[in-house]
């Protein structure tokens, strides 16, 4: 079984230019995570969709950050324009069941440098 | 939601049984204990989950008393290959918050 793909795997940035990360999900999992992971902290989740509907984007600065989910599947995040605090590792993690799941798997990461 | 509250960092040997604990004293009825693990340079892996007594599989064991204020994580016999961050956390309704997790290093 493929697990999340995310790309590109690393890149590197002027502050104030614009970036966008693409994650494609496990087949069939219905939740999608994106999740910005600060250099020796934990994941702080950013948006989580179910199927194509946002369920809860409480902590995405929404004056910078965006993201989709086009057809319940695939998803994007983007960053317009960036800050030197946004340099971190993006990830994007996706599970099957709707309602109580905790097992997420996640992606590699985008390792996001802004200079 | 619940907070989690375990050891910055721990250092075990190989061939050593390690157990990690973790605090959770607000935990909900509701509320699930998960562990994750996570390598440098990846994201973190689920390794284990539980509601109450023990639960183990083939990577791990997971001990919550009847309180279910703590749980610890009990990896037998660890290599060098489990020095990684493990992660505590608790949620309610698909939701979890990543705390600093506990900095294992396996020394030879």
């Known amino acids: 079984e493929a697990g999340v793909a995310q790309s590109p795997r690393y890149k590197i940035i002027e502050k104030r230019q614009s970036v966008a990360f693409w994650c494609n999900p496990i087949s069939g999992h219905a939740t999608l995570y994106w999740y910005q992971q600060i250099l020796g902290q934990g994941p702080k989740l950013l948006i989580q969709f179910q199927n194509n509907g946002v369920v809860d984007d409480s902590q995405l600065p929404k004056d910078r950050f965006s993201a989709e989910r086009l057809k319940g599947v695939d998803s994007t995040l983007k960053i317009q324009p960036a800050k030197l605090e946004d340099s971190a590792v993006y990830l994007c993690a996706s599970s099957l069941f709707q309602g109580l799941s905790y097992e997420q798997y996640f992606g590699p990461g985008t390792r996001l440098t802004v200079t | 939601l619940a907070k989690t509250t375990q050891p910055i960092s721990m250092d075990s040997y190989e061939g050593q049984e390690v157990n990690i604990t973790c605090s959770h004293n607000?935990?909900?009825?509701?509320?699930?204990i998960t562990w994750y693990q996570q390598f440098p340079s990846q994201g973190p892996r689920f390794i284990i989950q539980?509601?109450?007594t023990k639960v183990t599989n083939e990577v791990a064991s997971l001990f919550i008393p009847a309180d279910r204020k703590s749980s610890t994580l009990s990896l037998p016999r660890v290599s060098l290959s489990d020095t990684a961050v493990y992660y505590c956390l608790v949620g309610d309704n698909d939701k979890i918050i990543f705390g600093k997790g506990t900095r294992l290093h396996i020394l030879p």
């Open positions: 539980g509601y109450k």
């Open positions: 607000n935990i909900a009825t509701n509320d699930y």
